[in-house]
């Protein structure tokens, strides 16, 4: 049942799927960095698409790989757009916090406030917690509801000389982008 529940769910994204990759081999060829969209699956993220920028280091993130979605930059910018009683739903306890790393949160509360921080500053960041030394930044993808149906993200080596700004600013641009060709 979970290998049909599965496959069934990418014959679903297909379309998103293609709508998107174009979208993020724009988007590499800007910022010289790798990147990926992925989707909610209960409390997991999904990698649909990904775009590796030549000389980059590998990722964990290939396409149809789950992470919690509460440690990842894509999937907070998700969880970021939802509202709370869905959140609620999602994190109903400790358990479902499983699969967390040492610096992810331990409690919907944790969770909370980092979403709430991440919701005002218009991104997500993840520094580390997925693979040592590399930072992601992501911007959700929303419907004409306003609901998430998908999330954009830049991963990049941690660097001081790294201009953070320039990459959340192209990821918005792509984002949006996504969106509008979604929309027709």
Known sequence: MAAF???????????????GAPVLASLV???????HLSVLHGRDVIYLVEER???RPPLVTNVGV????????SGRAQLAALPDVQLRALFPNR???AGRVEASPTRLSELRAILIRERR???ALEDGE????????????????????AGIAVTYPQS?????????????????????????
């Open 53 to 55: 920028a030549p000389g």
């Open 121 to 123: 500053q218009g991104y």
């Open 5 to 19: 529940e599965l496959s069934s769910g990418f014959a679903r994204q297909e379309p998103l799927a293609r709508l």
């Open 95 to 97: 358990a479902a916090f």
């Open 29 to 35: 060829d800007r910022v010289r960095q790798s990147a």
């Open 130 to 149: 997925v693979t040592e030394g590399l930072v992601s930044v992501a911007v959700a993808i929303r419907d004409r509801s306003g609901w998430p149906i």
């Open 160 to 184: 001081p000389a790294t201009d953070r700004a320039h990459l959340v600013t192209e990821v918005r641009h792509h984002a949006n982008e996504l969106a509008r060709r979604i929309r027709g």
């Open 66 to 73: 789950r992470l919690p979605s509460h440690i990842t930059a």
